[in-house]
């Protein structure tokens, strides 16, 4: 199933440079640019309040939008640039680029795991360790996907669950060519404890025979 692209809201302004920037900032908006796809770059400009909520909220430029802007057609963008007052540190630019249906992009796609009630692993009492709940892939812009899916059916105590283990959404691959982890099954701490526990103690060492002492007597 594709993942849902997310709305983002602008208006489109008249007027480009550091003048028509600052007019737009007086007014309480963002001002930004849409570049790419062949077209001519479009100057809009965004709700302060409303950005700033969505910048805060974390992987804004690993995300793909769907930018609407009345009286255009919607287009898919990607964030890339945001320049920062340097004193507030807030946002005061921001720059995106347009994507075709069939762009290759990086995106965080999330990690679900099924089958837990017929892994025997956690049916012994292992825990679930989620090492990567999101995975950066190379994904088609067309095609995103929601999320993708680890099986822990038939998995033990012990076993760790790789990135080549699992099957990924057809058009995508992972940013890295490395085998990760992305969970393991771990024993329960009642069985870590009780292990420690049975383990024999280090006897403390014999204190040393005090060597005897040779006199020389002499009569």
């Known amino acids: ?46 709700n302060f309040n409303e950005l700033l909520t969505k910048l805060r909220a974390g992987r804004f430029m690993s995300t793909l939008w769907n930018l609407k802007v009345e009286g255009e057609d919607d287009v898919r963008v990607i964030c890339r640039a945001v320049q920062k ?9 921001i720059d995106f680029m347009r994507l075709r249906r069939n762009s290759k992009i990086n995106l965080y796609i999330p990690v679900e795991f099924t089958g837990e009630d017929k892994c025997p692993g956690l049916r012994k009492g292992g825990t679930l360790v989620t090492v990567r709940p999101e995975v950066e892939l190379i994904v088609t812009a067309g095609d995103i996907p929601a999320s993708i899916t680890v099986d822990l059916e038939g998995l033990n105590i012990g076993d760790t669950i790789h990135i080549g283990d699992v099957k990924l959404p057809e058009g995508a691959r ?14 329960p701490s009642a069985l870590l ?9 280090d006897a403390p060492e014999a204190p040393a025979e005090p060597a005897a002492e040779e006199a020389d007597a002499e009569e």
């Open 1 to 46: 199933m594709a993942k849902e692209i997310p709305d983002l809201v602008a208006e489109a302004r008249t007027g480009t440079g550091k003048g028509a920037a600052r007019q737009a900032r007086r007014e309480g908006k963002v001002p930004g640019i849409v570049y790419g796809d062949g077209k001519d770059p479009m100057p809009v400009a965004f």
């Open 85 to 93: 007052d340097v004193v507030k540190d807030l946002p005061s630019h």
């Open 174 to 187: 992972p940013t890295v060519d490395r085998n990760f982890v992305i969970a393991n099954i771990a024993a």
């Open 193 to 201: 404890s009780s292990e420690g526990e049975d383990a024999p103690a």
